[in-house]
C-alpha cells in the first residue's frame, strides 16, 4: 500500500491537526477539501497544502484519503467518493465507534479500507498538533496488509499504534468514553459538591486540578490497583455510609456503582483483607 500523499476530505479538528502533524514529519500532504471551502483554505493554509475546489480533485492527487467528517457523514460521503477512480488508493477515516466496514463495496473499487483512530480528545484544531507525538492510535481494516502497512507507518512518526478487529469497535469505543467523556463528568459533580460546602470556585478550580492530575500521574506511575486510595481500598464503611446520607440521586447510585468497582480493584490490591461487610452495604 501506498503511504505517501494524504488527503482530507474535511477541515475539522482532528483532519487538520493530524494534516499539520504529518506535515512537520515530513510527510506529503496533497491538501483538503470541505463543502465550505473557507474551512479548506483555512487548513491548506495551515498545512502549506492545497485547498481543493472539489472532491474528485482531492481523490486524484492523494494516495491516502482521510473522510475526517462527523460519525453520520461517513457513509454519505463515500457513498459519492466511491464512484471516482480510487485504484490502489486507501480510503481512511478517524472513527472511534465506526469500522472500516462503512466503506461498503471498497474492495470493488480496487482500493482499502481502514478506521485509523487517535485516542485522543483533539479540542483545536491549531495547536493540538503539539502533543499529537504522544497519542495512541488502533488501526482496523480487512486487508490485514494494509492495516499492518498503516501501523508500521505510524510507528515510524513515534506513535503508539495497534491493530483491533472490526467486532470489537463497540467495546473499544466504549471504552474511550469511559477514559474521556464519564471523567468530565465525575470531575463536574466532584467540583459541585465541594462548592456545595461554599468553597470558593477559584479554590474549587484549582485543588480539583491538583487532585486530578496527581491522581492521573499515580495511575501512570503505579497502575490503577496501586493508585487506589480512599474509603473503599481501606474497607471503611461507616464512611461509605455517611456519603450516601449525603448524597441525593443520581450521584448516589452513581457512588455505588462506581464503589462496587473499586471493591474489585480493592480485592486485588489487599487480597488479605475481609470487605464482607462493605460488600453488603455497595449491594443492598
Known amino acids: 500500500m501506498r503511504i505517501n500523499n494524504f488527503g482530507f476530505i474535511g477541515a475539522g479538528n482532528v483532519g487538520t491537526t493530524f494534516g499539520k502533524y504529518l506535515r512537520e514529519r515530513g510527510c506529503a500532504v496533497s491538501g483538503y477539501?470541505?463543502?465550505?471551502?473557507?474551512?479548506?483554505?483555512g487548513a491548506a493554509r495551515f498545512t502549506d497544502s492545497e485547498a481543493f475546489a472539489s472532491m474528485e480533485e482531492l481523490a486524484a492527487a492523494s494516495?491516502?484519503?482521510?473522510?475526517?467528517?462527523?460519525?453520520?457523514?461517513?457513509?454519505?460521503?463515500?457513498?459519492?467518493?466511491?464512484?471516482?477512480?480510487?485504484?490502489?488508493?486507501c480510503v481512511c477515516h478517524f472513527s472511534g465507534a465506526l469500522s472500516s466496514r462503512v466503506f461498503d463495496g471498497i474492495l470493488s473499487t480496487g482500493a482499502v479500507g481502514l478506521s485509523v483512530h487517535p485516542l485522543a480528545a483533539?479540542?483545536?484544531?491549531?495547536?493540538f498538533h503539539e502533543r499529537m507525538h504522544k497519542v495512541s492510535f488502533t488501526?482496523?481494516?480487512?486487508?490485514?496488509?494494509a492495516a499492518a502497512d498503516m501501523r508500521s507507518f505510524l510507528r515510524s512518526l513515534g506513535n503508539q499504534a495497534e491493530i483491533i478487529d472490526?467486532?470489537?469497535?463497540?467495546?473499544?469505543h466504549a471504552g474511550a468514553v469511559f477514559l474521556t467523556n464519564f471523567v468530565?463528568?465525575?470531575?463536574?459533580?466532584?467540583m459541585e459538591l465541594l462548592?456545595?460546602?461554599g468553597l470558593d470556585r477559584e479554590f474549587v478550580n484549582v485543588a480539583a486540578?491538583?487532585?486530578?492530575?496527581?491522581?492521573?500521574?499515580?495511575?501512570?506511575?503505579?497502575g490503577v490497583v496501586q493508585a487506589l486510595t480512599g474509603p473503599v481500598d481501606r474497607g471503611d464503611t461507616e464512611t461509605v455510609i455517611k456519603h450516601f446520607d449525603c448524597l441525593d440521586e443520581p450521584l448516589s447510585s452513581i457512588y455505588r456503582l462506581l464503589s462496587i468497582e473499586l471493591l474489585g480493584i480493592a480485592e486485588m490490591k489487599h487480597p488479605e483483607r475481609d470487605y464482607t461487610e462493605l460488600e453488603k452495604e455497595l449491594k443492598k
Open 33 to 41: 477539501y470541505s463543502r465550505h471551502i473557507e474551512d479548506a483554505e
Open 63 to 89: 494516495d491516502v484519503i482521510f473522510t475526517a467528517v462527523p460519525d453520520g457523514a461517513i457513509a454519505d460521503v463515500w457513498r459519492l467518493l466511491r464512484s471516482m477512480n480510487l485504484s490502489g488508493k
Open 122 to 127: 483533539v479540542n483545536s484544531k491549531w495547536d
Open 139 to 145: 488501526i482496523e481494516g480487512d486487508d490485514s496488509e
Open 166 to 172: 472490526a467486532d470489537q469497535k463497540n467495546t473499544y
Open 184 to 190: 468530565v463528568a465525575l470531575v463536574h459533580s466532584g
Open 195 to 197: 462548592s456545595s460546602c
Open 209 to 222: 486540578g491538583q487532585l486530578f492530575f496527581g491522581n492521573a500521574e499515580n495511575i501512570h506511575t503505579n
